[in-house]
């Protein structure tokens, strides 16, 4: 299965929507969090929303604690707001690979967290994935892509060095990620299984394991740059052209 998409491969964040729109058919709402502005006091509004389960399992982080709050309220206040419910009633279920939904299907949504950004994709009889990386260019991306990257891609990063070569491996890292969530098998069933292109827009195609886990050929990729050193990626299930609206969350919702 090769999957297309041509877009520009990587634009800049467009400015965040203070105000929350109706979600049509078609369409993926973006909800942006910086997590340095999530104030004390919505730090206790979460934790009052947040299930038993979750605030059990917050207070087992060592680090990472507000990080995992922060996205916590995102999650349950954006999609309580969508179905007119109340954020502390709402049930997820999960999959046998993890991935959370709601039983009936309601929404479709997938939420990432990297640094001090969280991220949550909402759409409606969707399949979506979305991934945020923090850039470090510090690390030893060739070891970890020959470990876990297709060959050909691999082969693709061996030519580029520096801050060309970093850009490069996130960018295929978010899409990977984004799309693996979107099949709703997650990491464990290996990068390595995805062959994405970026030569001329973003291509994809998916090893035979992988191919049986996709409800369609009709990907769409999209990638923005935070401007502060983080990528993200959204893939989604889609036959139509996609348009993805962006919201800040704490200007809407807090």
């Given amino acids: ?19 929350r729109q109706p979600l049509q058919s078609g369409q993926v709402h ?30 087992k982080f060592i680090r990472g604690k507000e990080e995992y709050i922060a996205s916590r309220w995102l999650l349950r ?27 009936n299907r309601a929404l479709q949504f ?10 949550l994709a909402v759409a409606k009889e969707m399949e979506l994935g979305v991934d ?17 990257y297709h060959p050909d891609e691999f082969a693709r990063l061996q030519q580029l060095s520096g801050d060309a070569q970093a850009y490069y491996f996130y960018q295929l890292w978010t899409l990977k ?24 827009g973003i291509s994809v195609k998916l090893s035979p394991v992988l191919q049986q886990q996709s ?3 009709k990907w769409q990729f999209h990638q ?11 893939a989604a299930a889609c036959p139509e052209l996609l348009y993805p609206h962006w919201f800040a969350p704490l200007a809407v919702l807090a």
């Fill in 1 to 19: 299965m090769n999957s297309h998409f041509k877009d520009s491969l990587m634009i800049a964040l467009p400015e965040l929507q203070t105000t």
């Fill in 30 to 59: 973006l909800w942006l969090l910086d997590i340095r502005e999530f104030r004390n006091q919505l730090a206790e509004e979460a934790l009052a929303i947040m299930s038993s389960d979750e605030r059990e399992r917050a207070q």
């Fill in 77 to 103: 206040e954006v999609l309580g707001a969508y179905l007119q419910q109340a954020p502390e009633s709402l049930v997820f279920s999960r999959t046998e690979k993890g991935k959370p939904y709601f039983a």
């Fill in 110 to 119: 997938n939420l990432s967290h990297s640094g001090h950004w969280a991220l």
């Fill in 132 to 148: 945020i990386e923090q850039i470090k260019v510090s690390r030893d991306l060739l070891r970890i892509a020959e470990s876990y």
């Fill in 177 to 200: 990620e984004a799309l693996l969530k979107a099949l709703g098998v997650g990491i464990s069933a290996g990068l390595e299984n995805l062959n994405f292109s970026l030569d001329d």
């Fill in 215 to 217: 409800v369609t050929d």
């Fill in 224 to 234: 923005w740059q935070l401007g502060d050193g983080n990528y993200c990626a959204l």
